[in-house]
């Protein structure tokens, strides 16, 4: 009888012991050295917990932001992230590969790269950023008026909306004087004398700053 009683006992310890084992391999999740918890992929890599999220949200949304049409920076005109003097390697990295354009020149130009997904065509010179023509309409025309610090000119006669920042000399022009197609495009570029001297002469008037803007 004690025998029995023995052997029984020892059968119990057995199956509990098992059982223990077999919890611990079934536990997915797991501690590395830095007690940062991790989850098993089934290739075999570990992922951290914080990073599998963040890599979730970006393939659930699928939108990835993209500047505005016109901002200010440090008293910079920014035309869809880009300002004077950036280099072409600063537009690939937000619009991707452009296309090259063969045309004539507009503005100081040798180069012009173009981008279809916004209608942005961007002149450089020695790879310097000197010129950018957009695509725009009234409604973009009613943005950068809310947006902008600086002066603002118009010309009544040629409709067209002169931005003009003095710390620099920047000038971004709203209208449909220079546009192949007859529709209304940005243009951003230095100011020079012509631009001056129409100011001078009265030709292009100031608009008045609506006052609580």
Same mark, same amino acid.
């Given at each position: 009888?004690?025998?029995?009683?023995?052997?029984?006992?020892?059968?119990?310890?057995?199956?509990?012991?098992?059982?223990?084992?077999?919890?611990?391999?079934?536990?997915?999740?797991?501690?590395?050295?830095?007690?940062?918890?991790?989850?098993?992929?089934?290739?075999?890599?570990?992922?951290?917990?914080?990073?599998?999220?963040?890599?979730?949200?970006?393939?659930?949304?699928?939108?990835?932001?993209?500047?505005?049409?016109?901002?200010?920076?440090?008293?910079?005109?920014?035309?869809?992230?880009?300002?004077?003097?950036?280099?072409?390697?600063?537009?690939?990295? =937000?619009? $991707?590969?452009?296309?090259?354009?063969?045309?004539?020149?507009?503005?100081?130009?040798?180069?012009?790269?173009?981008?279809?997904?916004?209608?942005?065509?961007?002149?450089?010179?020695?790879?310097?950023?000197?010129?950018?023509?957009?695509?725009?309409?009234? %409604?973009?025309?009613?943005? =950068?008026?809310?947006?902008?610090?600086?002066?603002?000119?118009?010309?009544? %006669?040629?409709?067209?909306?002169?931005?003009?920042?003095?710390?620099?000399?920047?000038?971004? =022009?709203? $209208?449909?004087?220079?546009?192949?197609? $007859?529709?209304?495009?940005?243009?951003?570029?230095?100011?020079?004398?012509?631009?001056?001297?129409?100011?001078?002469?009265?030709?292009?008037?100031?608009?008045?700053?609506?006052?609580?803007?």
């Amino acid at each position: 009888m004690k025998r029995w009683l023995c052997i029984s006992v020892i059968v119990l310890i057995f199956f509990m012991i098992a059982g223990c084992s077999d919890n611990k391999s079934s536990d997915p999740v797991i501690k590395d050295e830095d007690n940062q918890s991790t989850v098993e992929v089934d290739d075999g890599k570990e992922l951290d917990e914080q990073d599998q999220h963040e890599e979730g949200a970006e393939q659930t949304t699928g939108i990835v932001k993209k500047p505005l049409v016109f901002d200010m920076e440090d008293g910079n005109l920014v035309v869809y992230g880009l300002i004077l003097g950036d280099a072409p390697s600063d537009a690939k990295a =937000i619009w $991707g590969e452009p296309e090259i354009l063969d045309e004539e020149p507009m503005g100081d130009a040798d180069t012009y790269h173009y981008y279809p997904a916004v209608g942005m065509t961007v002149g450089y010179y020695d790879d310097t950023l000197t010129f950018i023509a957009v695509d725009a309409d009234e %409604e973009d025309l009613q943005k =950068i008026t809310a947006t902008f610090k600086g002066d603002h000119y118009r010309n009544p %006669e040629g409709d067209a909306d002169y931005f003009f920042s003095p710390e620099n000399g920047q000038l971004l =022009i709203y $209208g449909t004087a220079n546009s192949i197609d $007859g529709d209304p495009e940005l243009r951003l570029l230095m100011s020079d004398e012509n631009f001056f001297y129409y100011v001078d002469e009265g030709i292009y008037e100031k608009v008045e700053e609506v006052p609580g803007r």
